[in-house]
C-alpha cells in the first residue's frame, strides 16, 4: 500500500471515529436518553442493519458458491470479541455524560492505539519508527490530559473512555485475520445487543 493511500486511509478512519464522538455526544447530552439505552439503541441498530446486510448478500449469491456454504451458520462472531465490543460502546456511553468531545476523542485514539501497539510488544513485534512514535504520541496525550488542571477531564469519565478505546483495540486485534468479517462483526453485535439489553434493564 502506498503512502499517499495509507494516509488517506488513516485520515477518513480518525474523522469517523471524530463524528461518532460528536454525534454520540449530542444524543447524549442534547436529548433525554440515558447512557445504557443509548448504548442499546447503538448496538441493536447495528445488529440489524448487519445481519440483514449478511442475509441478503448470501441471498444474492451464486447457487455453486452458497452450496459450500449451506451449513454454515448464518452470523459468526464469538462472545470474547462480543464483550469486548458491549465494553467498548458502554464505558463510551457513560464516559460522555462528563466529558468534552474533545477531551473524549483524544483519549479515545491514544487507548486505541496504545492497547494494539502494546498487545504487539507483548506478543514479540518490533516496533518500526513510526509505531514508537505513535506509542509515544499516544502516551503523551493521555498524560498530558490527566494532568492535574482547571482544564482536566474528571477521572472517572476519563477512565471509562480509555477502557472504552482499550476494549475497541482488543476488538479489532481480534478481529486480524478471520474469514469473513461481515458475518463475524454481525454475530458480535448481535451478542453485544443482548449484553446491552440486560445493561438498559438493571
Known sequence: MSFIRLSLLTLVTMLCFAGNSVLCRLAL???????????SVRLLSGALMLALLVYARQR??????????????LLGGNWISALAL????GA????????STG??????FGAVQATMILTGLWFGERLGGRQTVGLLVALT???VILLPGLDAPPLGSAFLMLASG????????????VGD??????GNFLRAAGLSVLLSGL
Open 166 to 177: 482499550a476494549a475497541w483495540g482488543v476488538y479489532s486485534l481480534r478481529g486480524r485475520g
Open 29 to 39: 447530552r442534547q436529548t433525554a436518553i440515558d447512557a445504557a439505552s443509548f448504548t
Open 92 to 99: 463510551f456511553s457513560f464516559s460522555y455524560a462528563d466529558l
Open 181 to 186: 468479517p461481515t458475518r463475524d462483526t454481525a
Open 103 to 108: 477531551i473524549g476523542a483524544l483519549l479515545l
Open 141 to 143: 496525550g493521555v498524560v
Open 60 to 73: 444474492l449469491r451464486p447457487r455453486a458458491s452458497t452450496t459450500a456454504s449451506v451449513h454454515a451458520p
Open 86 to 89: 458491549f465494553v467498548y460502546a
